[in-house]
């Protein structure tokens, strides 16, 4: 669908920061690739060092993990679980739940 394509031209850029949360809900690129399984980008923006593969959003405290968990999202859940840097026992602050 060319979104890997897009990101990819967008993190070329030095003025573009992907780890940069939006106004409304506080979500970064990354939680919003795992939501929806867009598993290119999310490899790509876990390729990066400025990338916090752990951060929660602000509306709900749901982690990417959280997020890619909930929808169902097996690569993205595979991808992020491979790494060190994410906790998966982290609870949302809107339910206390976790991934699991």
Partial sequence: MGHDGVVKILLEREDVKPNKSDMKSGRT???????????????????REDVNPDQPDIEHGQ???SWAAVRGQEGVVTMLLEREDVNPDQPDTQSGRTPL
Avoid: I, Q
């Fill in 29 to 47: 690129p990354l939680s919003w690739a795992a939501d929806t399984g867009h598993e290119g980008v999310v490899k790509m923006l876990l390729g």
């Fill in 63 to 65: 982690t990417p993990l």
